[in-house]
């Protein structure tokens, strides 16, 4: 250990005055314990410090064969090793100078011990969170109503909410918003997926009372849609529907509900798709209008994200092309779609490449980087960049 006068020398050496430093003197020296491997650092930015320091949790997930990620409470984050040519010295007792005292006008002498040292730390970029593999955990076992519950379908997996916390590497609000996309329910305590027959039935339901009782589509009454439903399915698979398909709102102390007329059109027309490789267009639209409940108008711009036009072929046809089941990698993305289709006007391709974009991207920016544009028949076009 260092005393007041080595130091004193020390100084003396250097040609430091005292006065311009200091009082409190902080001496290091290694622990008896000292490891290399029994400490990872990580860089944090301002906001994440904050959040740890406020007592919330950051959590790494990732299976084996997956590249890890870190999750705060609502954002995700890629981690990535970063190597330093500096020796990065842990030192739990070192202080910064704005700790130190500063107002004695003795100098003191601290003796702080080093406990690790690194070469490398954990760098973190938020990122996207990679949700595709939740749809495919609640495809494992979805729910098609109270009747079709069997001892056999009791057998196959189900997730909780912690469940799926610990296989998707995302945070648990990204998770949450995901699961409301999906439409997913929560059934005694496990989250489902519906089968889309099912899905579709629930609706009908609805909007065939609403036909019946001559409502409003914007003025659906929740209690007494549940109990003149409620000999049919069960009142909170109805109420689930309606707040899948609809919003709620308050007026005289009643709840009403107003149904989205798109979400509405488009889950019927992916009912229709379902089982058709591809389906003549002019033929769907019809089949399509017929289908939707009256009052109720279809256009194909419901269909962005969720199904495909191909104008060139003849006659002309639509198909299923769902944008969550398409890669979440960036590159494998393009490639996917490149394969589908040679060349893509910016419109027909922007739904399905929207959510790759950063912070701050554009759709132009993100196709000017990943595709080559041309002139086709006086419209733009993109294609692979390389030989799909």
């Known amino acids: 250990m260092r005393t007041l006068q080595e130091i004193q020398a020390t100084l003396e050496v250097a040609k430091l005055e005292p006065a311009e430093l200091l009082p409190s003197v902080q001496c290091i020296s290694f622990s008896e314990s000292v490891s290399s491997g029994d400490y990872c650092l990580m860089e944090l930015d301002e906001t994440l410090c904050k959040y740890v320091e406020s007592g919330q949790r950051l959590i790494i997930r990732g299976d084996k064969d ?145 036909d019946s009782e001559s409502w409003s589509f914007t003025k659906i009454p929740l209690q007494v849609c549940l109990q003149e439903l409620e000999l049919l399915e069960p009142r909170e698979m109805i109420e689930h529907s309606l707040n899948s398909y609809g919003k709620a709102y308050t007026s005289d102390g009643e709840v009403f509900y107003s149904l989205n007329e798109d979400e509405v059109c488009k889950s019927t027309a992916l009912m229709l798709l379902q089982n058709a490789v591809k389906f003549n267009l002019s033929e769907f639209e019809d089949m399509w209008q017929q289908s939707v409940p009256e009052g109720m108008s279809t256009r194909l711009d419901q269909l962005k994200g969720v199904a495909l036009v191909d104008r060139n072929s003849r006659p002309q046809v639509i198909f299923q092309l769902n944008v969550e089941d398409l890669p979440e990698n960036t590159l494998d993305r393009f490639n996917s779609l490149f394969n589908i289709r040679a060349k893509w006007t910016e419109d027909d391709i922007a739904p399905y490449i929207q959510g790759l974009c950063g912070e701050k991207q554009t759709i132009g920016s993100l196709l000017t980087k990943c595709a080559r544009s041309s002139m086709q028949n006086g419209v733009k076009v993109f294609s692979s960049r390389r030989t799909v």
């Open 66 to 210: 997956e590249h890890a990620v870190l999750c705060s409470e609502d954002k995700t984050y890629d981690l990535k090793i970063a190597d330093t040519s500096n020796m990065l010295l842990i030192i739990p007792d070192c202080k910064t100078p704005d700790q130190l005292p500063c107002n004695t006008s003795t100098r003191c002498v601290m003796h702080c011990q080093i406990f690790g040292f690194a070469k490398s730390y954990w760098e973190l970029k938020k990122s996207r969170p990679k949700l595709r593999k939740l749809k495919k955990c609640l495809l494992e076992n979805p729910y098609n109503g109270p009747s079709c519950e069997t001892e056999r379908n009791a057998d196959k997996s189900k997730y909780t909410m912690e469940d799926l916390m610990e296989s998707i590497q995302a945070s648990e609000q990204e998770i949450m918003q995901q699961l409301q996309q999906l439409r997913a329910c929560k059934i005694e305590g496990y989250w489902r997926i519906l089968e889309l027959d099912y899905e579709i039935k629930l609706l009908n339901h609805v909007t065939q009372l609403v």
